[in-house]
């Protein structure tokens, strides 16, 4: 193969600029050209095609966003959308494709390698509720994003002995509020994954002012309540003065953590690896610590489980 396009699709994710340094300076390594596609499918579509070398993705791998720019385009979903898209690669000369995005972005890359053109698909959102990686692009930093809220947060709470709840992103899934309720030391953590009870949420709260706590952390993912919600009924509940806040975009921005750079280079030089090879309708991964290939097909039919090991150590160590 000696001409590929990248594209980031759906979210955005700190870290996806790394990801397509990677990918252009891994394919000219290879002698291999690379063209970007703007703003997603919508690109393919109108054939927004820009064509990157080596120089043209310097100064980017510490931005945050998606230089490329990122859409959502319904009509890729249609035959109709997807042969325009093919009609301007041809015209291109692109013979393979790096997706990076989500699984609605997957669904993009199986059309494509279905219909001829080989595309590797990289995990980028800080979801991270893909399947067969342990982190999706994206993750890390947002997670550090977090963690800097609710440590600010809890000062105010401190000073003030108030319960606070804060709302974070995760659409389906509760990795974020897991996570960065156990790095945070949250006293509740809420997810999607698992039944909660307003109860024994309250009773949680009034045992710990009991004991001298001065404040109150509670983690909601968006897929399990609105915090709006929850910061009600603990207030109808238990009386206490209750701040509810809702994180919301700035979780997607900023400048990616080293973590997710270097995430982001070693997925980028491995989906060039596998084009070369003519190899398509894979996703690439990294699970404990290794690289690991996975059929498309797979990622969108296996859930991604929430780590039960780390919830039930959150669990014990807010008591
Ligand atoms: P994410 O990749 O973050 O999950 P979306 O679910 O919004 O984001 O998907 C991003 C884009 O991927 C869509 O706007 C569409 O262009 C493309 N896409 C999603 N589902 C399909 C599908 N079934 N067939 C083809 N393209 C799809």
């Not at 009991?210 to 929850?230: M, T, W």
């Not at 009386?239 to 975009?249: A, C, D, K, P, Q």
């Not at 398509?280 to 991604?304: A, R, S």
Request: hydrophobic letters at 40%; proline letters at 3%.
């Amino acid at each position: 193969m000696k001409r590929i396009g990248v594209l980031t699709s759906g979210g955005d994710a700190p870290g996806m600029n790394a990801a397509v340094r990677a990918v252009v300076r891994k394919a000219a390594s290879y002698d291999m050209e690379v063209y970007g596609i703007k703003k997603g499918y919508m690109g393919l579509i109108n054939s927004d095609f820009v064509r990157l070398d080596s120089s043209s993705v310097g100064d980017i791998i510490h931005r945050g966003g998606t230089f490329l720019r990122t859409a959502r385009c319904e009509e890729f979903k249609t035959e109709e959308g997807q042969l325009k898209a093919l009609k301007n690669l041809e015209a291109f000369g692109i013979e393979g494709m790096v997706v990076i995005g989500g699984d609605g972005s997957f669904r993009g890359a199986i059309a494509l390698s279905r219909k001829g053109v080989p595309t590797i698909g990289i995990p980028g959102t800080i979801d991270n509720d893909i399947p067969f990686t342990d982190y999706a692009i994206g993750f890390d930093t947002a997670l550090n994003t977090v963690v800097e809220a609710v440590n600010k947060v809890r000062d105010t709470a401190t000073s003030h002995e108030r319960t606070f709840v804060i709302e974070v992103m995760g659409r389906e899934a509760g990795h974020i509020a897991l996570y960065a309720g156990l790095a945070s030391g949250a006293e509740t953590i809420l997810v999607p994954e698992i039944p909660f009870n307003m109860d024994d949420i309250c009773k949680k709260i009034i045992n710990g002012y009991k004991r001298g706590k001065l404040h109150s952390i509670i983690i909601v993912a968006e897929g399990a309540a609105s915090g709006f919600d929850i910061g009600n009924k603990i207030k109808e509940k238990t009386g206490f003065e209750t701040r509810v806040i809702v994180l919301g975009h700035l979780q997607r921005g900023g400048t990616p953590s080293a973590f997710d750079r270097i995430l982001a280079s070693q997925l980028g030089g491995k989906a060039v690896e596998l084009l070369k090879d003519n190899i398509g309708d894979k996703m690439v991964g990294l699970v404990n610590g290794e690289l690991l290939v996975t059929d498309l097909e797979k990622i969108l039919v296996t859930p991604k489980p929430l780590d039960m090991n780390i919830y039930k150590l959150a669990e014990i160590l807010s008591m």
